[in-house]
């Protein structure tokens, strides 16, 4: 089972930007690797070479984006397209916006060992039952990912695949990093708890856990 991290910016200045001292993307790279993800993707232009330093002697490969005219979805497809082209084993990916950085490298491999008894869904973690990033897209569904408006917003995106008729589940992973973005100060993240439960167990339609919170 291959599972592939495409990496988003939509500006090469936010790819680079620190976090917590290492380049933002460098940073995600290298949690990528941790968790158990390869091919790891970039997806950022890259006008002075900068992003492409901040990656050497990692895993992570940068691509240069898709037609921006094709909005956040065509970008996320172009992302697994190029996974698919570094590895043709890949059957799916985590697709993973820059901004948010703090993701833990457990979170990654919770996903991962969910997607394989679980090989159809669209997985994404959740923390205190806010569904977060990254998610993961077979790549069987990357036609539909390209076909969403190219005005959707990345969350938006995810919605028009739950709205597609595919299923999107939430995994509650115990990882505030998975819903804070790259301005959150260390200071105000919550430390990382870890999934309550195995990932590769029982786990909740997306929203399901939330729903459950709010009734209580």
């Known amino acids: 089972m291959t599972v592939a991290a495409v990496i988003l910016s939509a500006t090469p200045e936010g790819a680079i930007a620190p976090a917590d001292g290492t380049p933002r993307v460098r940073r995600m790279a290298d949690a ?31 691509v240069p984006p898709a037609d921006p005219a094709g909005g956040t979805s065509a970008q996320m497809a172009h992302g697994v397209r190029a996974a698919l082209a570094a590895v043709a084993e890949t059957d799916a990916a985590l697709i993973w916006p820059a901004r948010l950085c703090w993701v833990d490298a457990e979170t990654l491999t919770s996903l ?3 997607h394989g008894v679980d090989r159809d869904a669209v997985l994404r973690p959740a923390w205190r039952g806010e569904p977060g990033w990254p998610v993961l897209v077979p790549v069987g569904l990357v036609p539909t990912l390209a076909s969403v408006a190219p005005d959707r917003m990345p969350p938006d995106v995810v919605a028009a695949l739950a709205d597609a008729g595919l299923r999107v589940v939430a995994l509650e992973l115990g990882d505030p990093g998975c819903v804070l973005d790259a301005e959150t100060p260390a200071a105000d993240r919550p430390a990382f708890e870890g999934p309550p439960e195995p990932a590769s167990g029982h786990h909740h ?10 009734e209580g």
């Open 32 to 62: 990528a690797w941790a968790g158990g993800a390869l091919p790891i993707v970039v997806v950022a232009d890259d006008p002075d070479g900068a992003v492409g330093h901040a990656l050497d002697g990692s895993e992570a490969r940068r």
């Open 112 to 114: 991962i060992e969910a």
């Open 205 to 214: 339609e997306w929203g399901a856990a939330a729903a459950g919170a709010s």
